[in-house]
């Protein structure tokens, strides 16, 4: 079955400390890869999408993401975190061009310490 | 260039009673998709139209149904309302029919009591 998992629930890091979140998915070919955050009450915002090509692919706010095919993995990257990156981040797959369904990740929910 | 939006942005409702929410897509976005948020189950597929017709719908039961309009306004009804419905429902919009990187709204929390 298709499925996506964030391993970790929640994370804590220092503000300045590089971050990565991960994220892996479980299907037979190349589904399309999201990542999204979501601030407490708001709606979620899409930070960057991979499709095909390049496996580095460059987001809003400071954010990249890799995709690993071996690894059937998508993690999330960011070198320096700031205070306003709080929020729970959620990794989402399309597994048809067709559709606009996506299957969610339960969510990273990440911490930031002065 | 306004957002998604959905109406109302909160809701209390009584165990049995129906529901019905709102989502006005982005201006020339064709394809609308819902979603249920819940601590629990976390964010799952609900309903996707586009262009009036229900392409893809999730593992709901049936009390969970939707419909989208000419002007690609959706709606989404749940009826006989239960206590586990109470959650935080996202819709989205897209402009096109397939894969692409969805803008969701703010949501509607309903508080089913």
């Known amino acids: 079955a298709q499925s996506v998992t964030q391993p970790d629930i929640h994370i804590t890091v220092s503000e300045g400390a590089s971050l990565e979140l991960r994220c892996n998915y479980s299907y037979g070919a190349t589904p399309y890869l999201f990542w999204y955050v979501q601030s407490p009450g708001q709606g979620l915002q899409l930070l960057l999408k991979?499709?095909?090509?390049?496996?580095l692919v460059q987001g809003i706010k400071g954010f990249e993401a890799e995709f690993k095919r071996s690894q059937s993995s998508f993690n999330l990257r960011k070198p320096s975190v700031h205070w306003s990156d709080a929020a729970e981040y959620f990794c989402?797959?399309?597994?048809?061009?067709?559709?606009?369904?996506?299957?969610f990740g339960q969510g990273t929910t990440l911490q930031v310490k002065p | 260039k306004a957002g998604v939006t959905q109406t109302p942005r909160y809701l209390i409702k009584t165990r049995g009673q129906q529901v019905t929410l709102s989502c006005s897509p982005i201006s020339g976005h064709r394809s609308v998709s819902w979603y249920q948020q819940t601590p629990g189950q976390g964010l799952q597929f609900l309903f996707e139209y586009f262009s009036e017709t229900q392409r893809n719908k999730g593992n709901f039961p049936g009390r969970f149904s939707g419909r989208q309009f000419s002007n690609s306004r959706s709606e989404m009804n749940v009826s006989t309302l239960e206590l586990g419905d109470s959650a935080l429902y996202l819709c989205?919009?897209?402009?096109?029919?397939?894969?692409?990187?969805?803008?969701f709204g703010s949501g509607t929390r309903l508080t089913v009591v």
């Open positions: 991979y499709f095909s090509g390049d496996t």
């Open positions: 989402a797959v399309g597994f048809s061009s067709n559709t606009g369904k996506l299957i």
């Open positions: 989205a919009s897209s402009a096109g029919q397939g894969i692409s990187g969805y803008t």
